[in-house]
């Protein structure tokens, strides 16, 4: 069957040539060509299929003894459900590392804008103080500056 199809394929291949202009004769060429080598990797798959097909059973020839075995496992495929199942698993997976993400550096921007309220707060507490005349406690704005000053050595 394969053999008839190949030859229907080449007489299909010959009179599609025949019919095309010269001038796009190099672009048929070019297809077939890719087509030549795409069949000659799967001939290659095919062969490679059956050589490991040969050895896993040679193998279990082997380990068995002289007793086949039943059938030969091949690589588990996925069905487009457990495809699909997997997918969602890891979208999910994803979802909620990212959301946990999220949480974190929103916990550590309400952590630091709160520090800096409370600094603020205690700033303003202290250049609001007044004496008992009612004026502005220059001792403390004077002691405030100097920590500014002393922080920027550091």
């Known amino acids: 069957m394969l053999h008839q199809e190949r030859k229907k394929n080449q007489a299909s291949k010959v009179q599609l040539e025949e019919k095309y202009p010269e001038h796009l004769r190099h672009l048929y060429l070019a297809e077939r060509e890719r087509l ?25 020839e ?50 630091a804008l709160k520090k800096y309220k409370e600094k603020k707060m205690a700033t303003y507490q202290l250049l609001k103080r007044k004496t008992k005349k009612g004026q502005s406690n220059l001792n403390l704005q004077m002691e405030l500056l100097l920590q500014k000053i002393q922080a920027q050595r550091k």
């Open 36 to 60: 030549d080598e795409e069949e000659q990797e799967k001939k290659k798959k095919r062969c490679e299929g059956r050589a490991l097909d040969k050895e896993t059973e040679s193998d279990d």
């Open 62 to 111: 082997l380990n068995m003894g002289s007793h086949k075995a039943p059938f030969i496992q091949r690589k588990h495929k996925m069905s487009s459900y457990q495809k699909t199942k997997q997918e969602y698993e890891r979208m999910k997976e994803e979802r909620a590392r990212k959301r946990e993400e999220f949480l974190k550096d929103k916990s550590q921007r309400e952590e």
